[in-house]
């Protein structure tokens, strides 16, 4: 109760605050806001005032003589921001275009026809005003992405639940595939065990993404929670591993089975030659040769 | 892979063979922080395998192939389809008795149906073998030399027996070297120098005195 | 044919053939097809000992020969693949032993190594064997039983013969000549043992191992194994049963099988004892197999009860991709397989999609991709697109898998795996020459000495001779060779997979 009165009071105070800079265009500072709303405390304001600096619906100005100065934007108006050139305007309809994707630096310049320094400017510039912001792209390193300020960045872009901080969590994601694929094993076993006929085994050891993804949520060993979309992307990658199929059934679902390989292990795999790198390399003659070979030597010590 | 050559123009469409930079990104070479340990560095010269081969399922029916394989082999070693490089000079002599002792248990000859093979590869050896009498007494003699190479062993006292040996070596030689080798003019006339010594049962005058099988 | 193909084929002659041999099989292998004068100039040996390994090799059926232009010289030519076969020998033994018992093993041993051999001979002979391993109750007319099925069932066939007498004999054998076995009277035999003088009615009629049909075998044993594995044992029995039915009416090497109605497999099954789960559930067995993804087995029609058809050609296409997907799993990791996969489900991904479909760093996915790309097991479509308003030409790099390619790699790698083990495998038994050596000698002398009668302590004294130490030397060197010998099988075996692939290629 308590809560939702504070909060609707900061809504209140909010409007009251936006109209409040919208009557004067030239800005409020801190003392017209203390005039006009006396009752509002100042821990309040604060967070009120950073709030809508962040949204963008009000810019920070300073005066000559240091004081600070708040002016309401207009959102119709955010693409023609009042001091901005015709080059940031045409860049900040490049970085609106791209939506929540972002677009890379190199790619504004063809688009722009700006010249690289000109437009590091002019993107400099539209960063500050808050305009836009550089996010990491986590399919190139170290390649930003530009996109409107107020913008969450797409999954492509942040890798969505497999990322911290643009580091792509492959322990993660390891592990997720080996819990995915022991889930599989563990029903076709417990379907075999069963019996009933091929069908009924087989039938029985389909699992779809909700079924994994529960007993993923059930093991805890995820910080992130994760989608049903994220359990099929982990158990796609056990299907590439060609450890388990994919079917989609009559609903449209997939379904994931354990299977086991046709073949097993070949002999050229069980050969130092077969799973070496520089085989290549190695000729009768020549410092890389059978005779010498370290890789065989210590195959052969081995019992 | 020169870096600073994109971005500022110059990327004219001459189409070269080698990879342009961004199919080189897509690659993973290229850029500065790409897999420096696979192109920067010279490479070790057995960089550690860092992958070991899968061992081996013992089975046995493994060890038994493996049987059967060393089976076949000492069979074609001990075999007369075993041809070893003639003796062309003393240097060239095997250092151990034995070895020769080894040569010389299958030392007969092959018998050929020769309606199977082009008639100049028939040998024209044999009529001389005949007069020399020599077929025979190579395989008794090899039980005798084998009873003697005990005694070598054991003695170690070769000298006059070895040389015995040797005699008989050279003689056997001889023989070979004296094969004409300039018969690839002669072509078919091989009826001529070529005759069974009749100890061995089956050679191709049977079959001309019985006239054809089938 | 590679470089490293042609050593290959000369350690194999040089180990069952000796040096002399090898030189010109060497030589042979060089120049594809030579006439005997040639081959003298190429080798320098002596004349006699051309000859005579040629007539070894042509026994062996190494070496074919046609005429010249001159009618009386003959123009030799290297049976490559043959020798490359006699890696194999010990799995057709092995086969046969399983299949038909063991005299219809040493049959095929005899033949092995004899190259071609006539029927009497061939029973005369393996009765001998036999009888000297104590096996009194044997009769002649059973070895040849065994012989008559051998031919019957075409793993032994007819040697092409010449019809007319030619310096250079033409060799031919009519198709029904192949199979039918001359008339052998076991009495004949019986005397020619006794009595040396006496005639075999059939001694220049000779047959030899007919490798294609025990391919066949080798082929199906895949199959089968390949279906136990990816089902079970009960589906591996229908589908071995399957591939029996299909050569009543299929060519062997057809792509695909005729159908064959699953009534006929469920007769057959319900005769055997052991079959009883899968009869049962035969129905249901049919239906998952032939739902798999992999789909091997497909209803051609439903009449009576339905029949059904293999995908022989799909199979090993199938084995292939899973064999190169295994070898890129062990050579490199879990993640470079999962890369090649993808490749393969999806052909010309691009390298993003890639990254993001098989989850892997952007970094370590480039780094694998560009390994694979480099040792030949992706491959790469450029793509050049302008992009609109003459923004910058955009090359796109599209990952693809030629499986061909890659099989024909790793099938060179095979080659080059056999060469290095048996090269190590000689230097090893070169470094320890002298102690083999002294065991050989010894052996030698112990079965001189046995023959004389020699006393037990005397052939201990003689044994003594080679020291502890070198008994240890002689038993590491025996062990490493084993390790060598067994790896020379298994390549084999993977080579066997790999060239199943291309043969079913080729058909089209």
């Known amino acids: 109760m308590d809560e939702q009165t504070s909060s609707q009071n900061e809504d209140n105070n909010e409007t009251q605050l936006i109209e409040l800079a919208k009557t004067k265009p030239e800005g409020i500072s801190n003392s017209d806001i203390k005039e006009h709303m006396p009752s509002l405390p100042m821990l309040e304001l604060t967070t009120i005032i950073n709030k809508l600096l962040k949204n963008g619906t009000l810019e920070l100005f300073k005066t000559k003589d240091n004081n600070l100065l708040y002016k309401f934007k207009d959102p119709s108006k955010r693409g023609n921001v009042k001091g901005a050139d015709n080059e940031e305007k045409i860049v900040y309809k490049i970085v609106e275009e791209a939506g929540n994707k972002g677009i890379w630096i190199r790619d504004i310049r063809f688009k722009s026809n700006l010249n690289m320094t000109q437009l590091n400017k002019v993107v400099k510039s539209l960063e500050t005003k808050k305009l836009i912001k550089a996010v990491k792209s986590v399919s190139a390193s170290k390649k930003k992405v530009y996109m409107l300020f107020e913008l969450e960045p797409d999954n492509s872009v942040t890798g969505g639940a497999w990322y911290q901080d643009q580091d792509f969590e492959s322990e993660f994601v390891d592990v997720l595939n080996q819990q995915c694929h022991r889930f599989l094993v563990e029903r076709l076993e417990e379907a075999t065990k069963q019996g009933g006929g091929p069908l009924l085994v087989r039938n029985r050891s389909y699992a779809s993404a909700t079924d994994v993804h529960k007993f993923i949520s059930d093991l805890g060993i995820s910080k992130v929670s994760l989608s049903i979309a994220d359990i099929e992307s982990i158990l796609y990658t056990v299907v590439l591993d060609n450890n388990a199929e994919r079917i989609t059934n009559t609903n449209g679902i997939f379904l994931y089975k354990a299977t086991n390989k046709f073949l097993t292990v070949p002999g050229l795999a069980k050969t130092t030659c077969g799973v070496c790198l520089i085989i290549d390399r190695c000729a009768n003659t020549g410092l890389v040769n059978p005779r010498a070979c370290p890789y065989l030597t210590e195959w052969l010590e081995t019992s | ?214 | 044919m590679s470089v490293i193909y042609g050593k290959v084929v000369s350690l194999i002659i040089s180990e069952r053939f000796g040096p002399v041999v090898e030189k010109i099989v060497s030589f042979l292998f060089k120049c594809q097809c030579s006439p005997l004068l040639y081959i003298k100039r190429g080798t320098e040996l002596p004349l006699s000992k051309i000859k005579e390994s040629l007539c070894v090799l042509i026994k062996y059926r190494l070496v074919n020969f046609k005429p010249n232009k001159n009618e009386n010289l003959a123009n030799y030519s290297l049976n490559v693949e043959n020798v490359l076969l006699m890696l194999r020998y010990p799995y057709y033994l092995n086969h046969a032993k399983k299949l038909f018992g063991d005299q219809s093993e040493m049959i095929i041993e005899e033949v092995l190594q004899k190259g071609f051999c006539s029927a009497s001979e061939l029973i005369i002979k393996v009765f001998d064997k036999l009888c000297n391993n104590e096996e009194r109750s044997l009769t002649l007319s059973q070895v040849k039983e065994k012989l008559v099925y051998l031919v019957t069932a075409k793993y032994l066939t007819r040697v092409p013969y010449a019809k007319e007498d030619k310096p250079v004999p033409l060799l031919t054998v009519d198709e029904k000549e192949l199979t039918s076995l001359p008339n052998i009277d076991i009495k004949t035999l019986v005397m020619h043992r006794k009595d040396n003088s006496v005639e075999l009615p059939d001694k220049n009629i000779y047959w030899t191992v007919n490798f294609d049909r025990f391919h066949q075998d080798m082929r199906d044993k895949i199959i089968v194994a390949a279906f136990n594995k990816k089902f079970d044992e009960n589906a591996g029995e229908i589908i071995k049963i399957f591939l029996r039915q299909m050569y009543i009416r299929t060519d062997p090497w057809a792509d695909v099988s005729n159908p064959v109605p699953a009534l006929e497999v469920k007769d057959i099954l319900r005769k055997q004892i052991s079959a009883s789960h899968s009869l049962a559930f035969f129905d249901q067995y049919i239906n998952i197999i032939s739902q798999e993804t992999s789909s091997l087995l497909r209803k051609a029609g439903e009449a009576s009860g339905g029949s059904y058809q293999i995908f022989l050609k799909e199979a090993f296409t199938q084995f292939a991709w899973e064999l190169v997907e295994q070898i890129v799993l062990e050579k490199y990791d879990s993640k470079a397989a999962r890369i090649f996969r993808l490749v393969k489900l999806k052909p010309y991904i691009e390298p993003d999609q890639l990254q993001q479909l098989a989850m892997i760093p952007a970094k370590d996915a480039k780094k694998l991709s560009y390994q694979l790309y480099e040792d030949n097991f992706l491959h790469i479509q450029e793509l050049r697109k302008a992009s609109a308003n003459n923004g910058p030409v955009k090359n796109f790099t599209l990952f693809h898998i030629k499986l061909e390619s890659v099989v024909r790699m790793l099938l060179e790698t095979c080659y080059k795996t056999l060469f290095n083990t048996m090269t190590r495998c000689n230097h090893e038994k070169l470094q320890n020459k002298r102690i083999i050596d002294k065991k050989h000698r010894i052996d030698t002398i112990l079965m001189g000495m046995k023959a004389q009668n020699a006393t037990e302590e005397q052939m201990a004294d003689i044994e003594d001779m080679i020291t502890l130490p070198e008994k240890e030397i002689l038993e590491n060197i025996s062990r490493i060779i084993k390790k060598f010998n067994t790896v020379e099988l298994e390549i084999d075996q993977t080579i066997f997979m790999l060239q199943m692939f291309l043969v079913y290629q080729k058909v089209n």
């Open chain 2, 1 to 214: 892979m020169s870096r600073g050559r994109g971005g500022r123009g110059g990327r004219g469409g001459a189409a070269n063979k080698s990879f342009t930079r961004d199919q080189l990104n897509d690659l993973g070479v290229g850029n500065k922080d790409a897999l420096p340990s696979l192109v920067t560095q010279p490479p070790s010269l057995y960089p550690p395998l860092e992958r070991k081969p899968v061992p081996f399922t013992p089975s046995l029916e493994t060890d038994y192939m493996l049987i059967l394989r060393r089976d076949f082999i000492d069979h074609m070693q001990l075999s007369s389809s075993y041809i070893k490089i003639p003796f062309a000079s003393k240097s060239n002599q095997p250092e151990q008795e034995i070895d020769k002792l080894v040569a010389q248990i299958h030392s007969t000859k092959e018998k050929y149906d020769w309606n199977f093979f082009p008639s100049e590869l028939r040998p024209k050896l044999l009529a001389k073998r005949i007069k020399k009498g020599r077929g025979q007494k190579l395989d008794v003699n090899i039980q005798e030399r084998l009873n003697v190479l005990e005694k070598l062993e054991h003695l170690k006292n070769a000298v006059v027996i070895k040389e015995e040996a040797e005699d008989e070596l050279e003689e056997e030689m001889e023989a070979e070297e004296n094969e004409p080798d300039e018969e690839m003019d002669e072509g078919t006339d091989y009826a001529n120098n070529y005759f069974d010594n009749g100890e061995n049962y089956e050679d191709e005058d049977d079959n001309l005195d019985e006239g054809p099988i089938y």
